[in-house]
């Protein structure tokens, strides 16, 4: 299977809007199996380790059937990140058509994020609004923001560990989304989350994979939103694969990212607020024009079999994957 993977590998670079968290540039890696076209992409400074369960989910996608569909379009949030000039954001947020929540990255200054906030709210007043603290703040920081923000309809991973996220539910009682506690988690079957998450956030790449990130939502029970980790139309499509899949679906997802993108490998518009879910396969021409060096096809080469080495070929042998 590695050299399959290999001989079909496509690596191109993908040009961002704006800077997302220090990203302008997404470097991502896709193959061909069976069942389509895979991605892998964990971001550049992933360990071996830690991208494992990217590179298993990409596995999953090009040679393992996917599960039944139960629903066709996916409502999607727009993603703003930190960026604050005002033309700027409202520029970004008309490539968002139709959505009717936001997500927006803060966890720095919090006087520049409340303002962030404040002009979304002023270009986009019919807006919902959720934000994405990515685990920096104390749980006191959380608590002043929320005095300001005004209505917040969940926090995402606002602070980093799960005894502050409890402790912030008790003081605040606001509605929390976990992100990170689960996909940078050992075993992300394995966490307490009473009293301290109400919502899961899924992630296909770094879970490992469409079946383990709907294993993840049956076995907690509560309510999930799918997001992307800024891939590719590629492996978004993935990730609305999985959001057709769930049996319960309350939140729009963070599938929009492509919005982000100023190219792509193919489309997924976003059209009164959904996205449709479909199986995707790169456009040739774009796989020549945004091609990495070859140098750069090396480098994730062998990333791709050092990242096997480091448990991919472990866990498909223990998969039961007919492949
Ligand atoms: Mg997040």
């Known amino acids: 299977m590695l050299d399959s993977i290999l001989g079909s590998l496509k690596v191109v670079a993908l040009a961002t809007k704006t800077d997302f968290r220090s990203v302008t540039s997404r470097e991502v890696a896709l193959f061909e199996g069976p069942m389509g076209w895979g991605e892998f992409s964990p971001f550049l400074e992933y360990s071996y380790e830690e991208s494992v369960p990217w590179l298993l989910s990409g596995i999953e996608a090009a040679f393992v059937e996917s599960p039944r569909e139960l629903r066709k379009l996916i409502e999607v949030n727009a993603t703003l990140p930190a960026i604050d000039d ?21 966890g720095g200054d919090l006087h520049v994020d409340l303002e962030r906030i404040a002009n979304v709210r002023r270009i986009r007043p019919e807006s919902r609004i959720r934000i994405d603290v990515n685990g920096l703040w104390s749980v006191d ?23 502050e996220l409890r402790e912030l539910k008790l003081r605040t009682g606001i509605t929390i989304a976990g992100d990170e506690i689960f996909r940078k988690a050992k075993d992300p079957l394995d966490i307490d989350i009473e009293g301290a998450v109400d919502i899961v956030m899924l992630k296909v790449a770094p879970l490992g994979g469409i079946a383990k990130a709907l294993e993840i939502a049956k076995h907690y029970g509560v309510p999930v939103a799918v997001s992307s980790a800024l891939e590719s139309a590629v ?8 959001a057709a899949s769930l049996p319960e679906l309350d939140y729009a997802c963070g599938l929009g990212t492509g919005a982000l993108l100023a190219v792509d490998v ?17 456009n040739s021409e774009a796989l020549t024009k945004f091609a990495v060096s070859n140098e750069r096809l090396n480098w994730w080469k062998n990333r791709i079999r050092m990242t096997w ?13 007919k492949i």
């Open 86 to 106: 005002p033309i700027e954001i409202e520029r970004l947020l008309e490539d968002f058509d139709g959505t009717k929540v936001i997500k927006i990255k803060v």
């Open 141 to 163: 920081q959380v608590e002043l923001f929320l005095k300001e923000a005004g209505e917040i309809e969940y926090v995402e991973q606002p602070c980093s560990t799960i005894d």
């Open 235 to 242: 492996g978004i499509s993935h990730g609305l694969r999985l």
């Open 266 to 282: 193919a489309q997924l518009p976003i059209v009164d607020g959904v996205i449709e879910a479909r199986d995707v396969t790169p």
């Open 309 to 321: 080495g480091a448990g991919v070929q472990n866990a498909v042998a223990e998969s039961g994957w």
